[in-house]
Antibody, heavy 124, light 106 residues
Framework: EVQLLESGGDLVQPGGSLRLSCAASGFSLSDYAMAWVRQAPGKGLEWVSVISGSGNSRFYGDSVKGRFTISRDRSKNTVYLQMSSLRADDTAVYFC?????????????????WGQGTLVTVSS | DIQMTQSPSTLSASVGDRVTISCRASQSISSWLDWYQQKPGKAPKILIHKASSLESGVPSRFSGSGSGTEFTLTISSLQPDDFATYYCQQYFIYSSFGQGTKLEIK
């Protein structure tokens, strides 16, 4: 059974850093692209970042480019999102999402599993 | 970037109604579009994959159609459990979501 368990959400001050983790089970990260999607309070869904199954390709949304870094640890079957220079508008629930396949030519096959989300609050 | 525009933003309907939600892409995305349902405090649940494929376990009153830039989600006969927010998502290039359509009880 596929499971995605996010952790690491917290209250952080503007300008601070935070690392989110997504522990995956029931499949191997090497075979699938993994993404992060966020949702600000009362707002819609926003695609944040994706990492390919090989780990060699990583892409970011414009709003987080240069500030967030996606990575993964194959031995732990875990995906990470390192967030720095955090701003108030980064406040959101962050969902870890599994793609149905790997990433080729800047596209995947759509998402099939979502985690329950972890809340990041950026405030002084 | 591919922009996704949903309409309407809010829809008021009654149990038993047939409702349609539209999604327009800023460029052609072929059929690389999914539809989700989200309820408060929960992760989105996928309903339709690749524009028109009903996801396993999803009731047959949900259907999707379209290709290129114009897509539609139809609920043939609204049930009480269907009142929620619906999103379209493209994955032709990276990914992006529509702004959502809130389906309310009239």
């Amino acid at each position: 059974e596929v499971q995605l368990l996010e952790s690491g959400g917290d209250l952080v001050q503007p300008g601070g850093s935070l690392r989110l983790s997504c522990a995956a089970s029931g499949f191997s990260l090497s075979d699938y692209a993994m993404a992060w999607v966020r949702q600000a309070p009362g707002k819609g869904l926003e695609w944040v970042s994706v990492i390919s199954g090989s780990g060699n390709s990583r892409f970011y949304g414009d709003s987080v480019k240069g500030r967030f870094t996606i990575s993964r640890d194959r031995s732990k079957n875990t995906v990470y999102l390192q967030m720095s220079s955090l701003r108030a508008d980064d406040t959101a629930v962050y969902f870890c999402v599994k793609d149905r396949g790997d990433y080729y030519d800047n596209s995947g096959l759509g998402f099939d599993y979502w985690g329950q989300g972890t809340l990041v609050t950026v405030s002084s | 970037d591919i922009q996704m525009t949903q309409s309407p933003s809010t829809l008021s309907a009654s149990v038993g109604d047939r409702v349609t939600i539209s999604c327009r892409a800023s460029q052609s995305i072929s059929s690389w579009l999914d539809w989700y349902q989200q309820k408060p405090g929960k992760a989105p649940k996928i309903l339709i994959h690749k524009a028109s494929s009903l996801e396993s376990g999803v009731p047959s009153r949900f259907s999707g159609s379209g290709s290129g830039t114009e897509f539609t989600l139809t609920i043939s006969s609204l049930q009480p459990d269907d009142f929620a927010t619906y999103y379209c998502q493209q994955y032709f290039i990276y990914s992006s979501f529509g702004q959502g359509t809130k389906l309310e009880i009239k």
